[in-house]
């Protein structure tokens, strides 16, 4: 009892990212913010690193953006504990600056290691760091936000930033639309059987 065999692998991963020191973001954060659902989920959103209100909680999305993003998930028929919510870095960036290469390439075995784990069938980046980091490095996400790509058998949809919107009220219909695609999208993708994944 209380070995960590017992622990299950997602937690133990959470464990392990919580007394990670890859990168000097950990002599800086708070708490770190592993990330947050249901550990069989079938959608992830994936976002870009914790901000201050996560950092204290140790908790993703829990501030404004955060607020929105379960809101928007509310209106597609989402409740937070049916998804996995996380970031691509796990510790806030001093004065929530965007993370950079190193600290995003030192926490990637970590974001990996969840999919692994998790096996979601959609994945829905927040961002552009967030979309270059897992669907494509050259990704724009003026230009494609919304629109979906399989990648070995995992249908990625890049979205913009829930915090985008905060900043730029003329954004916050293009994310909502997007938002009622993606209800769409899961109603199809979550209702055909799983892909093989290409080897
Ligand atoms: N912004 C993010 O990208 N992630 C959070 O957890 C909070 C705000």
Known sequence: MGSSDSLDPLEELHAQIRRC??????????KAVPGEGASDASVMFVGEAPGGDEDKQGRPFVGPA???LTNLLKGIGLGRPQVFITNIVKCRPPRNRDPNADEIAACNEHL???IAIITP???CTL???AGQTLIDKDLSITREHGRPRRISGILYVPLYHPAAALHQANLIDAIEADMRRLGEILAEELATPRPQAAS
Do not use: A, E, M
Request: glycine share 14%; aromatic share 4%; with cysteine.
């Open 66 to 68: 955060g607020r929105l």
């Open 112 to 114: 990996l290691t969840q």
């Open 21 to 30: 020191r890859r990168c000097s973001l950990s002599g800086v954060r708070t």
């Open 121 to 123: 069938k959609v994945i």
């Open 127 to 129: 961002g552009r760091f």
